[in-house]
Nanobody
Framework: QVHLEESGGGLVQTGGSLRLSCATP????????MGWFRQAPGREREFVAS????????YYGDSVLGRFTISRDNAKNTVNLQMNSLKPEDTAVYYC???????????WGQGTQVTVSS
C-alpha cells in the first residue's frame, strides 16, 4: 500500500503560480511512475503530467504543456508540480498518482483543490 499526501493547493489569480507537492511518508517512490491528474466539476478526470522513476522523462497534457513542470526527488520521496501562468480553466481538484513499474498497481491521493480566479 502507498499513501499519497498532496499539499500546496489554494486560490490564485489568473497568471499566478502554485506549487503542488506529493509525499509518500515511509515509502520509497523509486519504483513508481508518478503523475498528476485533475478533475473539474462535471468533467472527467484529466491527465496533467507524469515522470518516470528515473526522472529522465516527463510527459504533459496538451493543456498544460509549457506552463507546468513536474519533478521528483526519490531521496525525499516527493513529487512536485510547478504550475505557472495559471488560467481559470486550470481550476480543479488535483490528484497525485503512482503506478508501480513492475506490478502496474495504481494508487491515488485524496486530492488538493486549486482555484484560479479571473
Amino acid at each position: 500500500q502507498v499513501h499519497l499526501e498532496e499539499s500546496g493547493g489554494g486560490l490564485v489569480q489568473t497568471g499566478g503560480s502554485l506549487r503542488l507537492s506529493c509525499a509518500t511518508p515511509g515509502r520509497t517512490i523509486s519504483d513508481f511512475t508518478m503523475g498528476w491528474f485533475r478533475q473539474a466539476p462535471g468533467r472527467e478526470r484529466e491527465f496533467v503530467a507524469s515522470i518516470v522513476w528515473s526522472g529522465y522523462s516527463t510527459y504533459y497534457g496538451d493543456s498544460v504543456l509549457g506552463r507546468f513542470t513536474i519533478s521528483r526527488d526519490n531521496a525525499k520521496n516527493t513529487v512536485n508540480l510547478q504550475m505557472n501562468s495559471l488560467k481559470p480553466e486550470d481550476t480543479a481538484v488535483y490528484y497525485c498518482h503512482a503506478e508501480n513499474i513492475l506490478s502496474r498497481r495504481e494508487f491515488w491521493g485524496q486530492g488538493t483543490q486549486v482555484t484560479v480566479s479571473s
